[in-house]
């Protein structure tokens, strides 16, 4: 039963989130038994598979699709924050901290989870938009100036090629100040509080981003919406796209949050 499913994963991910806020030590284990790189597999798979099937189910009640969505979203963000805390509480923690006089065990832990986590392409993209890699690159750069350039290089291209086969607009981030470290503390280990999972006004990629869909394929994009929110005309769809990086999962949240853009809240919702 879908339903079933999604509530289960609600509640599981949401517990597991508040086990390891309370308990952070509990970190420890779970990377030890290889818990991100399960969690991250887990996440490419099934969160996917359930959100086609919410949208392609046809519902009685259109109120039971909604928070379905609204509930898969969290969890998606719990799943998400749960891989993080464990990153910190592992890697970054220990070396802002100075619990250790010898940090390359936590640098070399931090970047052979990052890598390991390069294949899972979706969920590579949603972390690094709630948390980015690359500032967590320039941060140990800061601690660890022996950082081996090669594999950060690596690991950033993986990044972008991840954002560029998923079609999407990549958010823009201030580069970090260069600060010393333990300014940095509170800003890096933060459980992403202060982010929302999809950030309110993303930036256009311009020329660089992929090219973009067309016929077809826009189409598509804009029945996944309009299924879901029928009562939106597609112009305002289109305009919703656009200004999300034509990603219909990000406009879809966006418009469950009612969290848009301050241009698109001033647009009439039933633009043809």
Not at 194 to 218: H, I, K, R
Request: include cysteine; charged fraction near 25%.
């Amino acid at each position: 039963e879908l339903q079933d499913a999604v509530f289960y994963l609600c509640d599981t991910s949401s517990t597991i989130w508040a086990f390891l806020e309370i308990f952070p030590e509990a970190s420890d284990t779970l990377q030890k038994h290889n818990f991100p790189s399960s969690l991250s597999s887990f996440y490419e798979l099934c969160c996917t598979e359930l959100e086609s099937a919410i949208i392609k189910r046809k519902f009685q009640e259109k109120s039971i699709q909604l928070d379905l969505w609204t509930r898969l979203s969290h969890s998606r963000k719990k799943l998400l924050e749960i891989s993080h805390i464990i990153i910190s509480n592992t890697c970054l923690q220990p070396i802002l901290e100075h619990r250790a006089e010898n940090i390359q065990p936590y640098v070399e832990e931090f970047l052979q989870i990052l890598t390991g986590l390069l294949q899972e392409r979706r969920f590579l993209c949603d972390y690094d938009e709630l948390f980015p890699i690359e500032d967590d690159i320039h941060l140990l750069q800061q601690v660890s100036p022996s950082l081996d350039e090669t594999r950060t290089r690596y690991l950033l291209n993986g990044v972008q090629s991840a954002w560029a086969e998923a079609r999407r607009a990549k958010p823009q981030s201030v580069p970090p100040a260069q600060t010393t470290p333990d300014r940095r503390i509170e800003g890096a280990c933060a459980s992403g509080e202060q982010n929302s999972y999809y950030p309110e006004e993303p930036e256009c990629a311009g020329a660089t981003a992929a090219s973009f869909p067309s016929g077809v394929e826009l189409d598509s994009l804009v029945s996944q919406v309009k299924d879901l929110l029928p009562d939106l005309g597609e112009g305002f769809i289109l305009q919703c796209l656009e200004e999300y990086g034509h990603n219909p999962e990000i406009v879809i949240n966006h418009l469950l949050e009612e969290n848009l853009s301050p241009r698109l809240q001033e647009l009439d919702r039933s633009m043809p």
